[in-house]
């Protein structure tokens, strides 16, 4: 192989992998691709990978702060064996620097208190919304600063 040939191969390997990286980093795929590992990081339980996809500036209608979320996430699904979150008809939007995931969400588990929970989330027909921020320094850096739903009721939260 020459030297010529190398370079050529190297250039068209470095370009298909532009290519991939601009595509992957489109606000739109990094906010559906954020919302898609947040629901699975919920089903895991795995805390520590949520609370590094909520911003500290997370607020909610219900009063939460990004402390109560996680807290209030943990206290569900603690007593939920086997969660599966189903997204129908996710939708993508990207504003403004701010994106915005809304689907219609369905939860099935096994558990004590599953079937009150999977009755309360499964009954709403209003679709959930996630709304992301971009960070300020990488592409792939979206934090959740809301989530939203009209129909869905909680008390809100007091120490």
Do not use: C
């Not at 009954?123 to 320094?137: R, V, Y």
Request: no cysteine; glycine share 6%; hydrophobic share 40%.
């Amino acid at each position: 192989m020459s030297f010529r040939t190398g370079f050529y191969a190297g250039l068209i390997v470095a370009v298909i992998w532009a290519v991939w990286l601009i595509r992957l980093w489109q606000p739109q795929r990094q906010i559906a691709l954020h919302s898609v590992h947040l629901i699975e990081e919920i089903e895991q339980k795995n805390w520590k990978s949520v609370a590094g996809r909520v911003s500290p500036e997370y607020q909610d209608r219900w009063g939460h702060d990004r402390t109560i979320l996680l807290e209030r996430l943990r206290e569900v699904f603690r007593v939920l064996s086997n969660p599966r979150i189903e997204a129908a008809q996710p939708a993508v939007r990207n504003e403004n620097g701010r994106g915005y995931w809304t689907a219609k969400v369905r939860l099935t588990a096994s558990g004590e208190f599953a079937d009150y929970v999977q009755s309360r989330v499964n009954s709403i027909e209003t679709p959930f919304e996630l709304e992301w921020q971009a960070g300020a320094t990488w592409p792939w850096d979206w934090k959740l600063v809301s989530v939203r739903n009209p129909d869905l009721e909680i008390r809100e939260y007091s120490p």
